[in-house]
């Protein structure tokens, strides 16, 4: 199993940036798949998540309305565009499958976590 996510970088408050997650090495429209964060200093986190065929997404409280989850079935990737980031939102983003059933916002439910991607938000 491989994830690879990208697109991070650092943008000034009110900005946005698009991450992608790309999948490989198990059937990628077998499962949903999140994106989570880890600030430093802080627990990993729970930001959205996207059912196997996209028809389903769920937010963080902290992200709703600013942040949209999305895949393509056809090239194995997961995407989050991020709009009005605020500093707060400054982490390591990524990506993983969906293999337990702790409770969709439970970072416990997300495992085979590919390497991250640095978000930085600049006030």
């Known amino acids: 199993v491989q994830l690879q996510a990208s697109g991070g970088g650092t943008v000034q408050a009110g900005g946005s940036l698009r991450l992608s997650c790309a999948a490989s090495?198990?059937?990628?429209?077998?499962?949903?798949m999140g994106w989570l964060r880890q600030a430093p200093g802080k627990e990993r986190e729970f930001v959205a998540r996207i059912n196997w065929n996209g028809g389903s997404t769920l937010y963080a409280d902290s992200v709703k309305g600013r942040f949209t989850i999305f895949r393509d079935n056809v090239k194995n990737t997961v995407s989050l565009q991020m709009n009005s980031l605020k500093s707060d939102d400054t982490a390591v983003y990524y990506c993983?499958?969906?293999?337990?059933?702790?409770?969709?916002?439970?970072?416990?439910?997300?495992?085979?976590w590919g390497q991250g991607t640095q978000v930085t938000v600049s006030s």
């Open positions: 993983a499958r969906e293999t337990h059933n702790w409770g969709y916002t439970d970072v416990r439910s997300y495992n085979d």
């Open positions: 090495g198990f059937a990628f429209t077998s499962y949903a």
